[in-house]
């Protein structure tokens, strides 16, 4: 294998978690030829190895890491700090690890503080209202932008979670610090999560609206998609990202009360 | 023609006002064969006959009185009120006149004060971003949910409507008064409307989120649609439905400060 050629290659996956985004991931990369080594609960691993989502269903995260050049966490993400911590234990060097978790800055300040040294934070900008492997599907990642926080990680790490993105059929961009990554996605994720429960909330227990919720038109309907999300997950992700979040709050109810000055409050 | 089915046809259809939803009726009517007569800007009529959204061009309102059985006020909220008045001073006994405004207590007393016996409140549950002849579609109203508050109206003007919303492949609904609509629609779709505009504009005005706003996954996407509506037509339907938008923007800030808690605030 030539020098080029290895640095547009993932080689051996080891996927941590393979609900609705690492079983996407892993069945998007068995279908490219990429080798993928699973680690979930035994009846979790088993059906993925019978979907194809995995090569191979390991033992334990030692067993995992051994198999593997490229570690993803893709549990929660209290989990995955979790994961970052037992696997500082063991991970030979040169092993890269990365994440897919949608807060970056805990993770990241995690791996500095581990001296996981090629640790490359992840973020794919794709997901769906179910989660579980039951959910998971080839074609999540496609055409979709996967955000990568380098932080100080090698350029041979980086290259290593620029091919894994590309290989589940996504498009690689790598623009931001974890900071401004947060802060972002605050504004175009998180806010929307809660405006979505809030939305479908006030009209769910309103007493004339709730009785009226089968006439809603197509723009509650896209409005109010987000609200049947996982909410343990989400709670994790608010709580990880408190301070962005509360940024962005504030600057959406300051732009509500402008839009709102036609109804004369 | 037998009774049963003058009662199933909308007869002779007058539109005033050929925008988005007037042009859309428009076009599924003449295609359904219903005699349409149409009254808008004289450019905009000379498109509309063009297109075959319309059969005949009326000169005025009078014009197309005289033409009609069943007249449908397309226009802006506060237009449709200043037509209701013009129309009343030269109405026929026995003409039916219904709206296709989405805010209904305003328009329904007005008809009322005016001694409006057959006016049928009409709310198609359909839209879209842009509004204009240009932008209307016969399949606008197909499968949707045509909300009818017949207020007093005779048996006969009720039947007329209901086969106008047939006729346009929509689905009537008779079941609310105009003030339970008008609670209804504030928490399906005027504080959505206000909501997508503060999500929008927040993210558009921070110095970091709005220059990664290409990197937005497709629930910003779809939460945001509502923000390109037009914004003097939404204006209007905000102030003539001020207090019941009200009581529904106080919920959604209720649930938005409880869903919140996870974020400390």
Partial sequence: ?????SRRAPGRVAIVGLGLM????????????????????????????????IGVAARSLADALRQADLVVLAAPPRANLRLLRRLARFARPGLVVTDLTSVKAPLGREARRL????????????????GGFAASRADLY?????????GAA????????RALARAAGARPVVAL???????????LSHVPQLVAWALADAAGKD?????????????????????RSPEGLWREILEL??????????????????RSRAVAR
Avoid at 154 to 161: M, N, P, T
């Fill in 177 to 187: 610090d974890a900071r401004e990554h947060d802060r972002v996605v605050a504004f």
């Fill in 22 to 53: 690492g079983g996407s991931l892993g069945r998007a990369l068995v279908r490219a030829g990429v080798a993928v080594v699973g680690l979930d609960r035994p009846e979790v691993l088993a059906r993925a190895r019978r979907a194809g989502a």
């Fill in 1 to 5: 294998v030539s020098r080029a050629a």
């Fill in 154 to 161: 090698s350029r041979r790490a980086l290259a290593r979670v």
């Fill in 241 to 258: 990202n408190a301070r962005e979040v509360r940024r962005a709050l504030r600057a959406f109810e300051r732009e509500l009360l402008r």
């Fill in 115 to 130: 001296g996981l040294a090629d640790f490359v934070g992840g973020h794919p900008m794709t997901g769906a209202e179910r």
């Fill in 207 to 227: 007493v004339v609206a709730r009785g009226a919720l089968r006439l809603q038109g197509p723009a509650f309907a896209s409005m109010t998609r987000l609200a």
């Fill in 142 to 150: 496609a055409g979709r932008p996967y955000l990568l926080v380098p």
